[in-house]
């Protein structure tokens, strides 16, 4: 018989307007207002899931975001899909389609349901042990545990939807809309303050919005009509902004907050279309309003997990918002007087309440003699012992406590039921103010947290404050407001208040039983099935820290980070270690509050925005040209110019040929540029490099080596003096920006004295290099003024000059060991000056090469390429560079490293030449460098830096870094590959041209 | 996500900065005149104090501006911010 669960229209929900959805396959109907939890508990479905280890049944538990049961996927095998969402949050639309997530092959029947009867097995620190396993045993469960175990999967298609994010400054932020929230919102906003008000909630008001008792008055009307009213008027406020479905993540230092403004989640597919899906507000309050609430405490008794068990506050809300009886034959169970107030409330609407069952002897309470009034039956002084029924409750064995409560007594009595509400009390939701580095103090008489210290400007205002009943936070909200906020007048003045809650309440941690401890199954983390067992085994196996406890029982650490069971781990450590509360510590929440999707947190910078890239002038003449590109550091390089089918190295074979027989040019306008003014210029170069420079004559140029105070090669690059006071330093691509503000920090932090102007030029400027034995007849076609002669120009030198009126600066200077010569232009002019120098090459077979060829070419020579050949372990003494390094300065960035114990020892790893015994043989870079493949452990010399095939010595070259390889010349090593070992021999790193006779030809 | 008050630009972001280490070490006047052991003392050894500690910071992405801030660490209050060259206040 279908049971008749919808109950009473509510203002929240809109029964003319039906809502069809599927779960797991099965199509069902809900109305416009319904979270999918409250539209399942509607159609009389409480088993959704299954837990984590052991694969219990379970049910939707509460009705907020810190649900640890109810963990759905939404639109499984699609672009929209996304696991671990919670079936409490999500708000039903036309088309959804949610299905249990861990669990297989269905929630009804679950393989992985028999480590239930296995449990002995899986104790707490069953994932550390699972490596203790024998392997055979591993093995064999190891496909079913992949398969079965697991938190939803993550989506397959890239994410369709589109992301933002807003920055937002304002005076005050009041996180939370529930009364203590609206009343904070309200006068800050009346008092001037530019305002924020955010709830992850569609609605206003929290959970006295629904609150309809004659038990609960704020001037003489019920508490939530009062609510609504405030609200209404709220929403006038000219300087309060209100976001719904916007969920704080996280709180910084210094108030700055992150949190999800939730868009389109809650509309059908069709209609997310072109619309942003969520922005990730990065929000900076001059002051902070906590008024998060908070959270209902479980009760831990044997077997609290089973489906159709939920936190007595989410019976309620389902009545009261949702009109949703959550079963026809509740029976509640309490340690406090809320419990009351949800019998209260089923009563009103018809839903039938069967028994309380009440852990205190005896309360004087108006809202218990209320409820006894209407027949139901109350066991004062009672625990539950037990419960039954696998997939959903269907009975419940209670018997009577101690009067110290750690023992039971008398005989078990059985009632039967379809839904237990349980309510262990309040913890005050302090996750965002212990993010914000908040300091907790404990309160004995409530055993809850509250917050002590403040980090920064803000504050906690209502239940998250520990004030958690109505007439509390009347009186005090008010009162901290008018502090914090510094005003005279408050907005609210002596509210009359009707609360009828008794505040006792008798907190048990972990509930007695007739069973021993070891029989039970109480669970204190829901999600990670860690039991009051596991705690206590832990705490027995010698664990004492809260956080140590938590990583081996694994409680807290599910999505939900234990929002519901922390308090309850603690209570038990602290009973069984015998440590005050207020001395463990809590565990620490990190961001999020509820998990981000990853498109939240990326916002806009997807695909092409993903990161900035960088083109040169003459970047779209490669792109025509066919050009292959390689990313250095943000710049795009032409990296070769295949040729009808080439490959890569046919490419480049080609490419240093031609380079080497007629004439290469390669756009080098990446390098760095920085121009260098002042009167201390030529002192500055001469503290910075290892060379000197004071003697370098206007209009030369000079390579130079540049160290970290560490002795170690930092950057290298050829600089330019253009007049008695300026230079122009070049530096290597990647390192660009990290030279320029290295010299900053010299020269604004140790050397302030100096007269010195550094400017980045890189961005002005196209750098054209022309190289080969041709290069000379080129240059003189485009510049047929310029007197080219070796002796009006020779090499390490530069000229000014002009094509038309373009200006130009050529160096005669080279990285290939050919004649070459860079043209440098204004950047605007770069492309145009390029294809003139293709079109006057063209005689020459003037080659295009790109980075590929610039490298195999330049590795002929034997010159570095810092960060290929260099990591930062390498002075220039290893690179055998000691011609660069200068004896005579008394001073330079790293000079004093040179001669430390370490960097003098003769066994450094050192710049070699590696020529394979097969010419044809090319090493892999990377590969690792040994003598001795027989020694066990064998040892790594060193490892290859670079290797290629060159095409103008016909065999294979190598640059690598080998133990004392200075002494090695002539000597035989291995390079041990993964089926081969390949015999090489150390060399000079030299391989070509040694004497720079191409230099000048 | 700190708001730090540069001496030239006023209040930024802590993302327009960049953290330069440890403050006042300065550079040997005469490395080669230094032991090995006080060339290390100078190049290694840095602080790592929980309270305050003295730092040097860049305005990287506004006026490329070196300069001094004293900061708690055990709750991120920057006490004060100073100039280059400058004692510090506190
Ligand atoms: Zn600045």
Same mark, same amino acid.
């Given at each position: 018989?279908?049971?008749?669960?919808?109950?009473?229209?509510?203002?929240?929900?809109?029964?003319?307007?039906?809502?069809?959805?599927?779960?797991?396959?099965?199509?069902?109907?809900?109305?416009?207002?319904?979270?999918?939890?409250?539209?399942?508990?509607?159609?009389?479905?409480?088993?959704?899931?299954?837990?984590?280890?052991?694969?219990?049944?379970?049910?939707?538990?509460?009705?907020?975001?810190?649900?640890?049961?109810?963990?759905?996927?939404?639109?499984?095998?699609?672009?929209?899909?996304?696991?671990?969402?919670?079936?409490?949050?999500?708000?039903?639309?036309?088309?959804?389609?949610?299905?249990?997530?861990?669990?297989?092959?269905?929630?009804?029947?679950?393989?992985?349901?028999?480590?239930?009867?296995?449990?002995?097995?899986?104790?707490?620190?069953?994932?550390?042990?699972?490596?203790?396993?024998?392997?055979?045993?591993?093995?064999?469960?190891?496909?079913?545990?992949?398969?079965?175990?697991?938190?939803?999967?993550?989506?397959?298609?890239?994410?369709?939807?589109?992301?933002?994010?807003?920055?937002?400054?304002?005076?005050?932020?009041?996180?939370?809309?529930?009364?203590?929230?609206?009343?904070?919102?309200?006068?800050?906003?009346?008092?001037?303050?530019?305002?924020?008000?955010?709830?992850?909630?569609?609605?206003?008001?929290?959970?006295?919005?629904?609150?309809?008792?004659?038990?609960?008055?704020?001037?003489?009307?019920?508490?939530?009509?009062?609510?609504?009213?405030?609200?209404?008027?709220?929403?006038?406020?000219?300087?309060?902004?209100?976001?719904?479905?916007?969920?704080?993540?996280?709180?910084?230092?210094?108030?700055?907050?992150?949190?999800?403004?939730?868009?389109?989640?809650?509309?059908?597919?069709?209609?997310?279309?072109?619309?942003?899906?969520?922005?990730?507000?990065?929000?900076?309050?001059?002051?902070?309003?906590?008024?998060?609430?908070?959270?209902?405490?479980?009760?831990?008794?044997?077997?609290?997990?089973?489906?159709?068990?939920?936190?007595?506050?989410?019976?309620?809300?389902?009545?009261?918002?949702?009109?949703?009886?959550?079963?026809?034959?509740?029976?509640?169970?309490?340690?406090?007087?809320?419990?009351?107030?949800?019998?209260?409330?089923?009563?009103?609407?018809?839903?039938?309440?069967?028994?309380?069952?009440?852990?205190?002897?005896?309360?004087?309470?108006?809202?218990?003699?209320?409820?006894?009034?209407?027949?139901?039956?109350?066991?004062?002084?009672?625990?539950?012992?037990?419960?039954?029924?696998?997939?959903?409750?269907?009975?419940?064995?209670?018997?009577?406590?101690?009067?110290?409560?750690?023992?039971?007594?008398?005989?078990?009595?059985?009632?039967?039921?379809?839904?237990?509400?349980?309510?262990?009390?309040?913890?005050?939701?302090?996750?965002?103010?212990?993010?914000?580095?908040?300091?907790?103090?404990?309160?004995?008489?409530?055993?809850?947290?509250?917050?002590?210290?403040?980090?920064?400007?803000?504050?906690?205002?209502?239940?998250?404050?520990?004030?958690?009943?109505?007439?509390?936070?009347?009186?005090?909200?008010?009162?901290?407001?008018?502090?914090?906020?510094?005003?005279?007048?408050?907005?609210?003045?002596?509210?009359?208040?009707?609360?009828?809650?008794?505040?006792?309440?008798?907190?048990?941690?972990?509930?007695?039983?007739?069973?021993?401890?070891?029989?039970?199954?109480?669970?204190?983390?829901?999600?990670?099935?860690?039991?009051?067992?596991?705690?206590?085994?832990?705490?027995?196996?010698?664990?004492?820290?809260?956080?140590?406890?938590?990583?081996?029982?694994?409680?807290?650490?599910?999505?939900?980070?234990?929002?519901?069971?922390?308090?309850?781990?603690?209570?038990?450590?602290?009973?069984?270690?015998?440590?005050?509360?207020?001395?463990?510590?809590?565990?620490?929440?990190?961001?999020?509050?509820?998990?981000? #999707?990853?498109? *939240?947190?990326?916002?806009? =910078? +997807?695909?092409?925005?993903?990161?900035? /890239?960088?083109? &040169?002038?003459?970047? @779209?003449?490669?792109?025509?040209?066919?050009?292959?590109?390689?990313?250095?550091?943000?710049?795009?390089?032409?990296?070769?110019?295949?040729?009808?089918?080439?490959?890569?190295?046919?490419?480049?074979?080609?490419?240093?040929?031609?380079?080497?027989?007629?004439?290469?040019?390669?756009?080098?306008?990446?390098?760095?540029?920085?121009?260098?003014?002042?009167?201390?210029?030529?002192?500055?170069?001469?503290?910075?490099?290892?060379?000197?420079?004071?003697?370098?004559?206007?209009?030369?140029?000079?390579?130079?080596?540049?160290?970290?105070?560490?002795?170690?090669?930092?950057?290298?690059?050829?600089?330019?003096?253009?007049?008695?006071?300026?230079?122009?330093? #070049?530096?290597? *691509?990647?390192?660009?920006? =990290? +030279?320029?503000?290295?010299?900053?920090? /010299?020269?604004? &932090?140790?050397?302030? @004295?100096?007269?010195?102007?550094?400017?980045?030029?890189?961005?002005?400027?196209?750098?054209?290099?022309?190289?080969?034995?041709?290069?000379?007849?080129?240059?003189?076609?485009?510049?047929?003024?310029?007197?080219?002669?070796?002796?009006?120009?020779?090499?390490?030198?530069?000229?000014?000059?002009?094509?038309?009126?373009?200006?130009?600066?050529?160096?005669?200077?080279?990285?290939?060991?050919?004649?070459?010569?860079?043209?440098?232009?204004?950047?605007?002019?770069?492309?145009?000056?390029?294809?003139?120098?293709?079109?006057?090459?063209?005689?020459?077979?003037?080659?295009?090469?790109?980075?590929?060829?610039?490298?195999?070419?330049?590795?002929?020579?034997?010159?570095?390429?810092?960060?290929?050949?260099?990591?930062?372990?390498?002075?220039?003494?290893?690179?055998?560079?000691?011609?660069?390094?200068?004896?005579?300065?008394?001073?330079?960035?790293?000079?004093?490293?040179?001669?430390?114990?370490?960097?003098?020892?003769?066994?450094?790893?050192?710049?070699?030449?590696?020529?394979?015994?097969?010419?044809?043989?090319?090493?892999?870079?990377?590969?690792?460098?040994?003598?001795?493949?027989?020694?066990?452990?064998?040892?790594?010399?060193?490892?290859?830096?670079?290797?290629?095939?060159?095409?103008?010595?016909?065999?294979?070259?190598?640059?690598?870094?080998?133990?004392?390889?200075?002494?090695?010349?002539?000597?035989?090593?291995?390079?041990?590959?993964?089926?081969?070992?390949?015999?090489?021999?150390?060399?000079?790193?030299?391989?070509?041209?040694?004497?720079?006779?191409?230099?000048?030809? | 996500?700190?708001?730090?008050?540069?001496?030239?630009?006023?209040?930024?972001?802590?993302?327009?900065?960049?953290?330069?280490?440890?403050?006042?070490?300065?550079?040997?006047?005469?490395?080669?005149?230094?032991?090995?052991?006080?060339?290390?003392?100078?190049?290694?050894?840095?602080?790592?104090?929980?309270?305050?500690?003295?730092?040097?910071?860049?305005?990287?992405?506004?006026?490329?501006?070196?300069?001094?801030?004293?900061?708690?660490?055990?709750?991120?209050?920057?006490?004060?911010?100073?100039?280059?060259?400058?004692?510090?206040?506190?």
């Amino acid at each position: 018989m279908k049971k008749k669960l919808r109950v009473k229209r509510s203002k929240h929900i809109d029964e003319t307007y039906k809502i069809s959805f599927k779960f797991n396959g099965k199509l069902y109907y809900g109305f416009k207002g319904d979270t999918l939890a409250s539209a399942l508990l509607a159609n009389d479905i409480h088993l959704v899931g299954r837990s984590f280890k052991y694969h219990r049944p379970r049910g939707i538990m509460t009705a907020g975001s810190e649900e640890p049961n109810a963990i759905v996927q939404l639109h499984n095998n699609s672009a929209w899909t996304e696991p671990n969402v919670r079936a409490t949050e999500v708000e039903i639309y036309e088309g959804l389609e949610a299905s249990s997530q861990n669990c297989w092959p269905s929630v009804n029947f679950d393989v992985g349901g028999i480590n239930n009867f296995l449990s002995p097995l899986l104790p707490a620190g069953f994932y550390y042990k699972t490596f203790m396993w024998p392997a055979s045993f591993w093995k064999k469960y190891e496909y079913f545990i992949r398969k079965s175990a697991g938190l939803g999967k993550s989506p397959t298609k890239a994410d369709p939807d589109i992301y933002e994010h807003r920055y937002i400054h304002c005076d005050v932020l009041v996180i939370g809309a529930g009364i203590s929230g609206i009343i904070s919102a309200k006068t800050a906003a009346k008092n001037g303050f530019k305002t924020l008000l955010v709830d992850e909630k569609p609605y206003l008001g929290g959970s006295t919005i629904y609150q309809n008792s004659e038990y609960f008055k704020i001037n003489n009307q019920n508490s939530g009509s009062w609510l609504e009213k405030e609200i209404n008027e709220i929403k006038k406020i000219e300087n309060l902004e209100i976001k719904t479905r916007t969920s704080v993540a996280a709180y910084h230092g210094y108030n700055y907050l992150l949190a999800r403004e939730n868009l389109t989640d809650h509309l059908p597919i069709e209609r997310r279309k072109n619309k942003t899906r969520h922005k990730l507000l990065k929000i900076r309050a001059k002051k902070v309003v906590t008024a998060t609430g908070s959270i209902e405490r479980p009760l831990i008794f044997d077997n609290n997990d089973r489906p159709g068990i939920l936190l007595s506050s989410a019976i309620k809300k389902y009545a009261d918002l949702f009109g949703v009886a959550c079963g026809e034959k509740n029976i509640l169970f309490t340690n406090n007087d809320s419990a009351y107030e949800t019998a209260i409330s089923l009563i009103q609407k018809g839903i039938n309440v069967g028994a309380i069952v009440d852990n205190r002897e005896k309360v004087d309470s108006k809202l218990i003699y209320e409820v006894e009034k209407n027949n139901v039956k109350i066991f004062k002084g009672h625990t539950i012992v037990n419960t039954y029924g696998y997939k959903r409750i269907n009975k419940i064995s209670i018997m009577q406590l101690s009067k110290d409560g750690q023992n039971v007594i008398g005989s078990k009595i059985d009632l039967s039921c379809d839904c237990l509400g349980i309510s262990g009390g309040w913890t005050p939701a302090v996750h965002l103010f212990t993010q914000s580095g908040g300091k907790l103090k404990f309160r004995d008489e409530d055993q809850v947290f509250i917050p002590n210290i403040y980090p920064s400007d803000q504050i906690s205002v209502g239940a998250c404050n520990g004030d958690l009943t109505l007439d509390s936070i009347l009186v005090n909200v008010p009162k901290s407001l008018k502090d914090f906020l510094n005003i005279k007048n408050n907005v609210y003045e002596n509210f009359d208040v009707l609360s009828s809650h008794n505040n006792f309440k008798r907190n048990i941690w972990l509930l007695p039983s007739n069973k021993v401890l070891g029989k039970t199954k109480s669970f204190v983390d829901y999600q990670n099935d860690a039991t009051a067992k596991d705690i206590k085994l832990a705490l027995r196996e010698g664990f004492k820290s809260i956080e140590h406890v938590k990583r081996y029982t694994t409680t807290g650490m599910g999505t939900d980070q234990g929002k519901l069971g922390n308090m309850h781990a603690l209570g038990i450590i602290s009973e069984t270690s015998e440590a005050k509360m207020g001395e463990l510590g809590t565990t620490t929440f990190r961001p999020p509050y509820t998990p981000l #999707t990853f498109g *939240t947190i990326v916002g806009r =910078n +997807v695909g092409e925005y993903f990161d900035a /890239y960088r083109k &040169t002038p003459i970047h @779209e003449w490669h792109v025509k040209n066919r050009a292959k590109f390689e990313n250095v550091g943000q710049w795009k390089r032409a990296w070769y110019y295949p040729k009808n089918n080439e490959n890569m190295f046919q490419a480049v074979q080609r490419e240093s040929k031609a380079a080497r027989e007629s004439a290469g040019i390669l756009d080098a306008s990446t390098l760095g540029k920085i121009d260098i003014q002042g009167t201390d210029a030529s002192e500055f170069l001469n503290r910075v490099y290892t060379n000197a420079w004071s003697k370098l004559q206007i209009g030369k140029c000079r390579y130079g080596l540049m160290l970290n105070e560490d002795g170690m090669v930092y950057d290298d690059g050829v600089t330019t003096r253009l007049g008695e006071n300026h230079y122009l330093m #070049t530096t290597t *691509t990647g390192g660009a920006a =990290n +030279v320029l503000g290295k010299l900053e920090d /010299y020269l604004q &932090t140790e050397w302030p @004295e100096l007269d010195v102007y550094l400017t980045s030029v890189t961005d002005h400027l196209a750098t054209i290099s022309v190289c080969g034995p041709n290069s000379k007849k080129i240059i003189s076609e485009i510049f047929p003024s310029l007197d080219l002669s070796d002796k009006n120009f020779p090499h390490m030198s530069f000229k000014k000059t002009k094509i038309g009126k373009i200006h130009c600066r050529i160096m005669r200077i080279s990285f290939t060991g050919e004649q070459s010569y860079e043209i440098n232009v204004q950047a605007n002019f770069g492309k145009s000056v390029w294809e003139k120098c293709m079109e006057v090459g063209k005689n020459y077979n003037i080659t295009p090469y790109g980075t590929e060829t610039m490298h195999l070419l330049r590795a002929e020579k034997g010159f570095i390429i810092v960060g290929q050949d260099t990591d930062a372990t390498m002075t220039p003494i290893d690179l055998q560079m000691d011609w660069i390094v200068s004896k005579k300065k008394y001073d330079f960035i790293g000079k004093r490293s040179l001669y430390r114990s370490d960097t003098i020892r003769e066994d450094r790893k050192q710049l070699v030449g590696l020529l394979t015994d097969n010419p044809n043989e090319i090493l892999e870079e990377g590969s690792q460098i040994v003598s001795d493949i027989n020694k066990s452990p064998i040892e790594m010399l060193g490892h290859v830096t670079s290797s290629y095939f060159s095409p103008n010595l016909k065999k294979s070259i190598a640059l690598g870094v080998v133990k004392g390889g200075k002494n090695m010349l002539g000597q035989k090593l291995i390079i041990p590959m993964e089926n081969k070992k390949i015999n090489v021999t150390v060399t000079d790193p030299v391989f070509l041209d040694k004497e720079n006779k191409r230099l000048n030809a | 996500m700190f708001l730090i008050n540069c001496p030239f630009c006023g209040e930024r972001e802590q993302s327009e900065f960049k953290a330069g280490g440890e403050a006042h070490i300065v550079r040997p006047k005469q490395p080669t005149e230094l032991s090995d052991d006080e060339w290390a003392e100078y190049l290694f050894m840095r602080k790592n104090i929980k309270g305050i500690q003295y730092e040097r910071w860049n305005h990287i992405h506004g006026c490329r501006k070196w300069f001094n801030i004293v900061r708690d660490t055990s709750n991120d209050e920057i006490k004060a911010v100073y100039k280059m060259g400058e004692k510090p206040p506190i």
